[in-house]
Every structure is written in structure tokens, then in C-alpha cells.
Nanobody, 127 residues
Framework: QVQLVESGGGLVQAGGSLRLSCAQT????????MAWFRQSSGNEREFVAA????????YYADSVNGRFTISRDNAKNTVYLQMNSLEPEDTAVYSC????????????????????WGQGTQVTVSS
């Protein structure tokens, strides 16, 4: 069974930084893309960033573009999210997701474009 395990969440002051990690464990599969989504209390899950494994294409939500950076380590089957200049509005549970199937870019910014999900890690930004 494919498992995604996130780590790196926590409490940080506004303007600070955090780095999230998501490792594929258990049965590993070929990866087309991995992504980060977030969900804050009372809101729907929203796309944050995605990266393709073969060509290293990246996609970002407008709200995080320029502040967050997604990257990957193929050898470790791990994706990272470097979050800088954090704002209280970034407070949410961050979940990573994976798809092994080739998807068009418009699918990679939607939650239904992914087949496997991690359990999530809490990020809290204080003002």
C-alpha cells in the first residue's frame, strides 16, 4: 500500500519560515506528480503547489507564489515545501498528494487529480 508521511509542521510567527516534507513509503509507485494542498477551519481544501517528477514543472497558487517553493528528491521519493514570509492566513492543515498517472496541468491543481494522500500536518502562523 502506498503511504505518504508528512513532517515539518508547527507553530511559527508571522514572517517566519517552515519546511514541510512528504515521503512516499510502503509500496512505492512511479510518480507523475506530487502536490501540497491545505485546508483551514471552515474552508474547503485548496491547492498550494505541485511538481512533476519527470520534467520538474512547478505550479503555484497565486496566494503563495513567490513565498513558497516546492521541490523533490527522486532518490528519496520525497517532496518538500519551503514556506517563507509566512502569514496568519497560511494557517491550515497541509496535506501532500501523489498521482502515478500522467495528468494534464489543469488536473494537477485540483484535488481530484491525485490518487494518494497523506494524513496532514498542522501549520500555525501567529500574528
Amino acid at each position: 500500500q502506498v503511504q505518504l508521511v508528512e513532517s515539518g509542521g508547527g507553530l511559527v510567527q508571522a514572517g517566519g519560515s517552515l519546511r514541510l516534507s512528504c515521503a512516499q513509503t510502503g509500496r512505492t509507485i512511479g510518480t507523475h506528480a506530487m502536490a501540497w494542498f491545505r485546508q483551514s477551519s471552515g474552508n474547503e481544501r485548496e491547492f498550494v503547489a505541485a511538481i512533476t517528477w519527470r520534467f520538474d514543472n512547478t505550479y503555484y497558487a497565486d496566494s503563495v507564489n513567490g513565498r513558497f517553493t516546492i521541490s523533490r528528491d527522486n532518490a528519496k521519493n520525497t517532496v518538500y515545501l519551503q514556506m517563507n514570509s509566512l502569514e496568519p492566513e497560511d494557517t491550515a492543515v497541509y496535506s501532500c498528494a501523489l498521482t502515478g498517472a500522467t495528468k494534464l496541468p489543469y488536473r494537477l491543481i485540483r484535488s481530484d487529480g491525485y490518487d494518494y494522500w497523506g494524513q496532514g500536518t498542522q501549520v500555525t502562523v501567529s500574528s
